[in-house]
């Protein structure tokens, strides 16, 4: 029976951590000697995006009522056409509220922020994140079907080419739940939860019209931008950039924190990174305690320098 897997879209384009997602049921499909079949709603994109990272077979549902989401329709939806014991998700803001409806409905198992391939397939066990990432455990699954969400950038994209097939399934689940009043997409910028390199920065920029050098670093270096709490609650930056325990929970490959201090609460939404790179003028500062390197000294100074010399060796 084949591995299934959700695949995330957004306004019908296939998301980063839905490739990523695709990667990690082809591992678990490869252990099992088994097939992934991915499961979109609405899409737009082709399925030969999902066939190139490992997809057999795509389900795409088509439902008019499912153009707003809502957690528990999407959820009812998936459960009418997956009929595999292993479910996967992306650990999305939106997969992360459908994964546990869906879990409820099927009495299953599930487990969150896994980031390797289980394992063990019988019982299914598997690394995860824990605590708000300051621990891993290896959680067991007790039901016979699991459902598990991969953390973003855990795992990774990986190319695993197959022949694909598609099939589409008109369904009309019931949405009465959601009602959109309006609807902003931010277009233009890299998704900060998808994003391989964040520059994030803190109060010690001292005003919104310092942020162009931030802004330049990123673009720089290909990444996105962040900010602290206390930035986005005093209007300096939007509260989509704002990463923390009460903002968005990253884990990029590299983060550079500028000007910020480090509180806990700060540490439980960025800890995840591969690689964290402090630059702040307080040498005492909490921020470098956690930080793989710390540099000590005057923002102003060093970001522009580190830009220019980054610009250099790219040219």
Same mark, same amino acid.
């Given at each position: 029976m084949a591995?299934f897997? *959700?695949?995330?879209?957004?306004n019908? !384009?296939y998301?980063?951590?839905a490739?990523?997602?695709?990667?990690y049921?082809k591992a !678990?499909?490869?252990?099992a000697?088994?097939?992934?079949?991915? !499961?979109?709603?609405?899409?737009?994109?082709s399925?030969?995006?999902l *066939?190139?990272?490992?997809?057999s077979? %795509?389900?795409h549902i088509k439902d008019?009522g499912?153009k707003?989401?809502?957690a528990?329709? *999407?959820?009812?939806? =998936?459960?009418?056409v997956?009929?595999?014991?292993i !479910? %996967? +998700?992306?650990?999305t803001?939106?997969?992360?509220?459908?994964?546990p409806m869906?879990?409820i409905?099927?009495?299953?198992s599930?487990i969150t922020n896994v980031l &390797?391939?289980?394992?063990?397939l019988?019982?299914f066990t598997?690394?995860?994140r824990a605590?708000s990432g300051?621990?891993?455990m290896h959680?067991?699954a007790d039901?016979?079907? %699991?459902?598990?969400?991969v953390?973003?950038?855990a795992?990774g994209?990986?190319l695993n080419?197959v022949?694909?097939?598609?099939?589409i399934?008109?369904?009309s689940v019931v949405?009465?739940?959601?009602?959109? =009043?309006?609807? &902003?997409?931010?277009?233009?910028? =890299?998704?900060?939860k &998808?994003?391989?390199?964040?520059?994030?920065a803190?109060?010690?920029?001292k005003?919104?019209e310092n942020?162009g050098?931030i802004?330049e670093?990123?673009s720089v270096?290909?990444g $996105?931008t962040?900010c602290?709490k206390?930035?986005s609650?005093i209007?300096w930056?939007?509260?989509t950039?704002?990463v923390?325990?009460?903002g968005?929970a990253?884990?990029?490959?590299l983060y550079? $924190?500028v000007?910020?201090s #480090?509180?806990?609460?700060h =540490? $439980? #939404?960025?800890n995840?990174?591969?690689?964290?790179?402090?630059?702040n003028?307080?040498?005492?500062?909490? +921020? +470098?305690?956690a930080?793989? *390197?710390g540099?000590? #000294?005057?923002?102003?100074?060093?970001?522009?320098a580190l830009t &220019?010399?980054?610009?250099?060796?790219k040219?």
């Amino acid at each position: 029976m084949a591995i299934f897997v *959700y695949a995330e879209n957004i306004n019908g !384009i296939y998301k980063k951590a839905a490739f990523e997602a695709v990667s990690y049921a082809k591992a !678990i499909a490869d252990q099992a000697g088994d097939t992934v079949t991915a !499961i979109t709603i609405n899409p737009t994109d082709s399925s030969d995006l999902l *066939y190139q990272y490992g997809a057999s077979n %795509v389900i795409h549902i088509k439902d008019e009522g499912l153009k707003n989401f809502s957690a528990k329709s *999407y959820a009812q939806a =998936l459960n009418e056409v997956a009929t595999g014991n292993i !479910i %996967v +998700f992306p650990h999305t803001t939106d997969a992360s509220s459908i994964a546990p409806m869906l879990a409820i409905i099927r009495n299953n198992s599930l487990i969150t922020n896994v980031l &390797e391939a289980p394992e063990s397939l019988s019982p299914f066990t598997v690394k995860r994140r824990a605590f708000s990432g300051k621990g891993f455990m290896h959680a067991k699954a007790d039901a016979a079907g %699991v459902i598990v969400t991969v953390s973003q950038n855990a795992f990774g994209v990986k190319l695993n080419g197959v022949a694909g097939s598609e099939e589409i399934k008109n369904l009309s689940v019931v949405n009465d739940d959601t009602k959109v =009043l309006s609807h &902003e997409q931010s277009s233009g910028k =890299l998704d900060l939860k &998808e994003a391989e390199i964040v520059v994030s920065a803190g109060r010690g920029l001292k005003g919104p019209e310092n942020w162009g050098m931030i802004e330049e670093l990123a673009s720089v270096l290909g990444g $996105a931008t962040a900010c602290s709490k206390p930035v986005s609650d005093i209007g300096w930056r939007p509260h989509t950039e704002h990463v923390g325990q009460t903002g968005k929970a990253i884990s990029p490959n590299l983060y550079i $924190a500028v000007g910020i201090s #480090g509180a806990i609460q700060h =540490l $439980a #939404g960025v800890n995840s990174s591969k690689t964290i790179v402090v630059i702040n003028s307080d040498p005492e500062a909490p +921020f +470098f305690k956690a930080a793989d *390197y710390g540099v000590v #000294g005057d923002a102003f100074q060093i970001i522009p320098a580190l830009t &220019e010399k980054i610009k250099a060796l790219k040219g």
